[in-house]
């Protein structure tokens, strides 16, 4: 199994950067997907999670209304699209996926068994 994000990049602050996450190699439409970040000398924190079908939502204070999590089970991918960037969203961005047949949306990053690598976002101010 293999988690591939994409789309990190360089942004203005109040642009936008759209991120995705392709899953391989297992079965992903029964899991719950979530994407983290990490900044430098910070823990890694949750961001946004989102249910097998996409109909639950699950998403950090400080992005809401902000950042949207989205995925499409026929592509096997999950998306993060970030609008209104602040410099503070400065981080790496990783997908994570939780355990096959797990239902439960959970913020916390101990819940999750498989990641990706990782991009890196930057937002200038």
């Known amino acids: 199994v293999q988690l591939q994000a994409s789309g990190g990049g360089l942004a203005q602050a109040g642009g936008s950067l759209r991120l995705s996450c392709v899953f391989s190699g297992g079965t992903f439409s029964r899991r719950v997907m979530g994407w983290f970040r990490q900044a430098p000398g910070k823990e890694r924190e949750s961001v946004a999670a989102i249910s097998w079908s996409g109909s639950t939502k699950w998403y950090e204070d400080s992005v809401k209304g902000r950042f949207t999590i989205s995925r499409d089970n026929a592509k096997d991918t999950v998306h993060l699209q970030m609008n209104s960037l602040k410099p503070e969203d400065t981080a790496v961005y990783y997908c994570?996926?939780?355990?096959?047949?797990?239902?439960?949306?959970?913020?916390?990053?101990?819940?999750?068994?498989?990641w990706g690598q990782g991009t890196q976002v930057t937002v200038s101010s």
């Open positions: 994570a996926a939780r355990g096959l047949g797990s239902p439960d949306i959970y913020s916390k990053a101990k819940f999750y068994a498989l």
